[in-house]
């Protein structure tokens, strides 16, 4: 599988002033059964500093109770992935980033010789509503193959680049929206997911290959701007946009860009959220983000691997939304629920490097600013 | 941006709320201790430990609003919220049932609430807004948010007057736009109540709502995407303001049908109200061509307060508490799987894009007060008498030039005088000692027609008695004039008195001249302002015999500068 070599280091240090100090402390703690449960003085607490997406893996109690049975405890900071990078380690035993380039890089600059662990993988995704598949297909932007239906990115940035509205492509009596088709994301310059859009846009609008010269950069931040300033006000966070399609819906979030664990998580816990209206689309192409444990002590290391092969611990993770290397085959990352196992995606791409993102996110970041066409 | 004024229990037009507070002893009782002055340090603002106290503001507020701060500790949640956050008070009991975290809440407006984050003297664990939108776009204003959790959801949408309603066609599932409510005010057919955008959230919506929706497209609006002409003639309806939504539906509650027929405001306060009654039969209309939704994020400030922060917002976003939000606020559930109550309506307003940068922001708002509004026209009426001499003379000084320009804070910036604004002082002693008028017709600050104003206010001196009431008369008689020389300007007066009148008119004699003035002078609200040893009840009378409001200039931590700019909300 490819790697997502550099979207994690997207927001560079001239950007990263916007980025949310999130440290949220959560301790895990287990229920201590009265029957053969350890008791606490005999587990060892790991202290880990994790992208804000597996806070809710993390914080299971079912990956509390099985990390119990192992004697071990989890005492789960949060963080921004990019700040993970930047912060002093020596307090945690596991360094938990949203994807393997920044743990590449915190194995880089803290000189960690010990083995990284990519625990469990997620692709970036599009969610939108049954009405909009129609209008979305006959314009070319959506095309099914099966059961699974992909959203052409190429021909999607064709449309913005010719300034399409929504209602040049729905019937008003489906859908009324007198704005320009967009795709709702976070704020690109302090939220991962809106990079891995940015890196996902630019990949397309670089004739279907990895920017990787500043000059190209520059004119594609320029080019791409208005796929976030048109936006107006973004959300900081991942779940902000989600939430918003889950809650206000399509009056608000036609399509919005996510991780294909936000939704699966909710189907998988069949909490109603997603009615039958809700569909979910694959960029093409897509970006895998890929959780990846960097081990910073021994206690750490031994947890690492735990949550990397444990059988139980992997089934809590795809009850979470996620897709895990070692499952017996696709069947393997359903999660239950009746929820049918994610589609094997053949056009994965990788992003570009941190300080080509952090180019085209300055081009955006002035452009908002009123010093560009946005 | 909501208001600091807070002597309100719970939402206003709840039912039973108009009959339990039309007099003045109601608004006396509450209005001299607790609305004043939420614009002072939060210290004077805490309004009491509202755990295992299920209406705190009755009897105990005042007193709590003079308590020191409460020191930050494990346990204890204490946050800094906007006024239309307290119809939460009475979950807070059940909260520390559930959770063990004692809440605190005190109350101030959004732009100060802001300001005080920003320069980091909330003092303050979390921050709870009905909208966070603007703090974020302020340069290092997100970064003061560790966390933030949206707790509950309301549109700002508008209520008419049913008749109105009707006799426009505006019934059953007819799409109503902002267009055509800004066709029925230019037709004349059409006012409305809408708070002060500089001071209330609901007003901040609406104005870049309705900037956004009249740019035809329902993008994210730029500056040269705002259309002055459709702007000018939509907020021309606008013949009610307030700095807080809740005062502002007080006051339309109170308002006779035919002076204004409808408001703007948040869809939990107008289903409220049309639930009550207290308005007469009302018409939600949510407009076809969108709306911007509040989602009350509840954001941490304090690093050490993360685990009780944590726990306050997964019980308010459990569903049972997402239910009973629904139910007693009449606000949307902002998690999914908590089904949508039939009286919000079906289909999905279309949500409309607010600004990505402050300067689209700033300028919107700088160009309602300068260009779109209704001019205005304040009259202050100014205590000059010997007891002001000294550091209350000073202090009416600053207050005055603050307004000029010389308060460079957040809300400073928004409270000044602005283009077209007509300025009368009037100063009193024994009788009243000068009538000094201003037009602004530059408000850019240093400028030559607000330096009038600062040169007036250096030049004033303090001796005599204390003519309240022949000096308010007077104001009256400047009003009434001015109803007939501005008839489309905003006309208010601030009365501020630091003792109790003797000389000249008596209560009576100004109430019974009052009385006989005709209808649009009658119109004017007095916003009265206690200094010194004033008599509180002497001004709330005042206020609430003219639709105005009693400000406290006395409480702990709060300025009269603080005051004259809270005012400005109303004016």
């Known amino acids: 599988m490819p790697t997502r070599r550099g979207s994690a280091r997207v927001i560079g240090p001239v950007l990263a002033v916007v980025l949310v100090l999130v440290v949220v402390t959560l301790i895990v703690v287990p229920r201590v059964t009265g029957g053969g449960g350890a008791s606490s003085q005999h587990l060892t607490d790991v202290r880990v500093l994790a992208g804000s997406e597996t806070q809710a893996y993390l914080t299971d109690p079912a990956v509390a109770r099985r990390l119990e049975e192992l004697h071990y405890r989890l005492r789960v900071d949060t963080a921004g992935s990019q700040e993970i990078v930047g912060r002093d380690l020596k307090d945690y035993d596991i360094a938990l980033p949203s994807n393997s380039p920044q743990a590449d890089q915190i194995r880089r600059d803290k000189h960690i010789t010990r083995q990284q662990y990519v625990l469990f993988f997620t692709p970036i995704a599009i969610a939108t509503f049954q009405q909009l598949v129609p209008p979305l297909t006959t314009a070319g932007v959506v095309t099914a193959n099966g059961p699974v239906s992909y959203f052409d990115m190429g021909r999607y940035l064709g449309l913005v680049g010719q300034d399409t509205r929504w209602s040049a492509l729905v019937d008003p009596a489906v859908y009324q929206n007198p704005g320009y088709l967009l795709i709702k994301s976070t704020d690109v310059r302090s939220s991962n997911s809106a990079a891995v859009y940015l890196a996902l846009a630019s990949y397309v609008a670089n004739k279907n290959s990895i920017v990787s010269d500043g000059g190209t950069a520059d004119e594609l931040g320029t080019q791409l701007a208005k796929l976030f300033t048109r936006q107006g006000y973004t959300d900081p966070s991942t779940e902000g946009p989600f939430n918003d399609y889950l809650t206000i819906g399509i009056g608000k979030t036609p399509l919005v860009m996510i991780y294909e664990s936000q939704f699966r998580a909710r189907q998988i816990a069949n909490d109603g959220s997603i009615r039958s209206d809700r569909v979910l689309l694959y960029p093409s192409p897509t970006i895998y983000a890929k959780h990846t444990a960097v081990p910073l002590t021994d206690d750490g290391e031994a947890v690492a691997r735990l949550l990397a092969s444990d059988p139980q611990l992997q089934v809590a993770a795809v009850r979470a939304g996620f897709r895990v290397s070692n499952s017996a085959g696709p069947a393997g990352n359903a999660g239950g629920g009746g929820v049918a196992p994610p589609p094997q995606l053949a056009n994965v791409v990788d992003p570009p490097t941190q300080d080509i993102s952090t180019r085209m996110i300055t081009k955006i970041d002035a452009a908002y600013n009123g010093q560009g066409p946005g | 941006m909501s208001t600091a004024i807070t002597g309100r229990r719970g939402r206003p037009g709840r039912p039973g709320s108009s009959t339990r507070r039309p007099g003045s002893s109601t608004r006396r009782r509450q209005g001299a201790s607790i609305r004043l002055g939420a614009l002072g340090t939060v210290a004077a603002l805490v309004l009491g430990v509202l755990a295992g106290c299920t209406d705190p503001g009755l009897g105990g507020g005042g007193d709590a609003s003079t308590s020191p701060p409460a020191p930050s500790r494990p346990g204890t949640l204490r946050i800094l919220a906007g006024s239309e956050l307290k119809d939460l008070e009475p979950l807070l009991p059940d909260l520390k049932k559930a ?207 993360r685990d009780e922060y944590t726990r306050v917002v997964s019980w308010l976003r459990s569903p049972a508490t997402q239910r009973r939000i629904q139910h007693d606020t009449s606000r949307r559930p902002v998690v999914p799987g908590v089904p949508l109550e039939s009286r919000f309506g079906t289909g999905t307003p279309l949500e409309l894009p607010f600004p990505a940068t402050q300067q689209v922001a700033d300028r919107l708002l700088a160009a309602y007060f300068d260009e779109y509004r209704r001019p205005t026209h304040a009259i202050y009426v100014l205590d000059v008498s010997g007891s002001m001499e000294g550091d209350r003379l000073a202090a009416l000084q600053q207050a005055l030039t603050g307004l000029t320009g010389a308060d460079d804070s957040l809300a400073g910036r928004f409270a000044r005088f602005r283009g077209r604004e007509h300025v009368t002082m009037i100063t009193f002693s024994s009788a009243v000692t000068g009538t000094r008028d201003f037009i602004i017709n530059d408000p850019s600050p240093g400028s030559a027609d607000l330096k009038a104003i600062t040169d007036f206010a250096g030049s004033l001196r303090a001796n005599g008695n204390t003519a309240v009431y022949t000096a308010l008369d007077a104001a009256y008689t400047k009003a009434a004039q001015a109803r007939k020389d501005e008839p489309n300007a905003l006309t208010s007066i601030v009365l501020m008195t630091d003792g109790e009148s003797n000389s000249g008119l008596d209560a009576g004699q100004f109430t019974g001249r009052y009385d006989a003035r005709p209808a649009g002078a009658r119109a004017v609200r007095t916003f009265a302002v206690v200094f010194g040893e004033a008599d509180r009840g002497a001004l709330s009378a005042i206020a609430t015999h003219t639709g105005g409001e009693v400000f406290d200039a006395t409480a702990p931590g709060v300025s009269l500068s603080d005051v004259f700019r809270e005012i400005r909300g109303y004016q």
């Open chain 2, 99 to 305: 959770t063990g975290i004692t809440v605190t809440m005190s109350y101030t407006g959004t732009l100060d609430g802001a300001d005080k984050i920003l320069k980091g003297s909330a003092d303050a664990d979390a921050a709870w807004f009905s909208s966070d939108r603007y703090l974020r776009l302020l340069s290092g204003g997100a970064a003061k948010e560790l966390v933030r959790t949206p707790v509950m959801l309301s549109p700002v949408v508008l209520g008419v007057r049913t008749p109105l309603a009707q006799q426009f066609g505006w019934t059953g599932t007819t799409k109503v736009s902002w267009g055509d409510v800004a066709a029925k005010v230019a037709a004349g057919q059409l006012t409305y109540a809408m708070t002060n955008p500089a001071a209330s959230n609901s007003g901040f919506s609406a104005l870049v709502g309705v900037a956004a929706a009249f740019a035809g497209t329902s993008d994210a609006l730029q500056v040269s995407d705002i259309r002055a002409a459709p702007l000018t003639s939509f907020f021309g309806g606008q013949v009610l303001t307030a700095g807080s939504s809740g005062w502002l539906t007080d006051a339309f509650v109170k308002a006779p049908p035919a002076t204004v027929g409808a408001m703007i405001n948040y869809e939990s306060v107008l289903l409220t109200l049309q639930q009550s009654g207290a308005a007469g039969p009302l018409t939600i209309i949510r407009p076809s061509d969108g709306v911007i939704t509040a989602d009350y994020p509840m954001a941490l400030l304090a690093d050490n307060r």
